[in-house]
């Protein structure tokens, strides 16, 4: 994992997710993007300096916020992009070659019922790089056992294991995998290939009626450090990411996730 990247919004909890990015890259010796995105809507021919207006005032917002963390001697680079904010992403993801997406949960949404905003559920739901979130305010720590969490291991999509293969690499973590058989189960879904069963120690079968079901069921005798999910067009997202913004009584956890791209 050599580049990651940090999307940042008007969180107030800027601060101490900046300070977990660059600990995370730290472990890894990777390249620190921190990015923040500005769009602006007016007509042909008007307000013509309000673009660079923006990207100063955004330049200044980064600068100032990353002077208050300890960098710790990680290679930071602060950028500010104008446009959508997916396509933009992505843009910088490829230009980049970033290996993993940093995100808040809530970025600038006030409601405590929240698990994802607006902004960090469309990075999640639009976005096919894989994506870390990181809880308000968690401090980090290297993660000693890791659940993943899938309704099926059918892999056809090549590197897709990478993140994580590199997590559990650099900390030495032990990876339990979770096969949760819903309703949607077919013939071979759970079958485990032998790149998927060189990463995991152990396997456990369940039955739920959602993938995240399962994980309510089970986290508690595993106790992972951290949660490893698919995002997919059918399957743990489906429902939940209908929408932008997800509900905490929806989905929510107290240590971070790591979405995979797609599977399959």
């Known amino acids: 994992m050599k580049n990651i990247l940090v999307p940042v919004g008007a969180s107030k909890n800027g601060l101490s997710h900046l300070q977990y990015a660059v600990d995370f890259a730290e472990a890894f010796k990777a390249k620190l993007f921190i990015v923040q995105i500005y769009n602006v809507y007016t007509k042909a021919g008007t307000m013509i300096k309000v673009d660079h207006i923006i990207e100063r005032e955004s330049k200044a917002f980064l600068d100032d916020l990353v002077s208050k963390i300890d960098t710790k001697g990680v290679e930071v680079i602060i950028k500010t992009l104008k446009g959508k904010l997916i396509d933009t992403l992505e843009l910088a993801c490829e230009k980049g070659d970033v290996d993993l997406v940093l995100i808040e949960p809530r ?8 698990y994802l905003g607006k902004t960090s559920g469309k990075i999640i739901k639009q976005m096919d790089v894989p994506a870390l979130i ?11 056992t890791i659940l993943m969490a899938i309704k099926s291991a059918i892999i056809k999509k090549a590197h897709v294991l990478k993140p994580l293969q590199s997590i559990k690499d650099k900390f030495k973590a032990t990876v339990d995998l979770l096969l949760v058989k819903t ?7 759970f079958d485990v290939n032998d790149e998927l069963k060189a990463v995991v120690a152990q396997v456990v079968k369940t039955e739920n009626a959602t993938t995240f079901q399962g994980v309510l069921e089970h986290i508690q005798s595993h106790n992972p450090d ?5 995002r997919r067009k059918r399957g743990f997202f489906a429902k939940k990411w209908e929408k932008n913004t997800i509900l905490k009584k929806d989905f929510y956890s107290s240590i971070p996730v790591l979405v995979l791209s797609g599977l399959k």
């Open 226 to 230: 951290m949660l490893c999910v698919v």
């Open 134 to 144: 990181v809880p308000e305010g968690y401090t980090f720590k290297k993660p000693a």
């Open 107 to 114: 970025t600038n949404s006030i409601k405590h019922e929240v």
């Open 183 to 189: 309703p949607y189960h077919n013939q071979g879904d």
